[in-house]
């Protein structure tokens, strides 16, 4: 079974670590954000805005990011949010956690077939 989508649950708790992964190239906005993380996920995390903007809100309320309004091309105005210091610190945070996560589920999950078999 091929899944194409990642359940809800699953991404839980991570949208803030990929959201922060992407700023940490350079400022962006949410439109853009995005289409960066369906693009580098080569489409399996197909989120909303109406997913990220809260995620983006509750970041900046936690002086994670800031954001500033930029004129775009077409002439409307544009919120683009950057990491900010405190938000550097809490990417390299939570990818540690996340190592440490890959670790755990690859021990358990590879052991979980060595016991099953030994029954």
């Known amino acids: 079974m091929i899944m194409k989508r990642l359940r ?3 991404l839980d ?15 962006s906005y949410g439109y853009r954000i995005v289409k960066e993380l369906a693009e580098r996920s080569e489409g399996i995390l ?19 990011i800031s954001a500033k309004w930029h004129l775009a ?9 950057r990491l900010t ?5 809490v990417l390299a945070g939570n990818r540690q956690q996340w190592q440490m996560l890959v670790s755990v589920m690859e021990k358990v999950l590879g052991s979980a077939k060595y016991i099953s078999h030994k029954h």
């Open 8 to 10: 809800k649950q699953t």
């Open 13 to 27: 708790g991570n949208v803030e670590t990929l959201v922060l992964t992407i700023l940490e190239a350079g400022p």
């Open 46 to 64: 197909r989120l909303g805005e109406g997913t990220i903007y809260p995620v983006l809100y509750r970041l900046e309320e936690r002086k994670i």
């Open 73 to 81: 091309e077409n002439g409307r105005q544009r919120k683009y949010y």
């Open 85 to 89: 210091p405190k938000g550097r610190r």
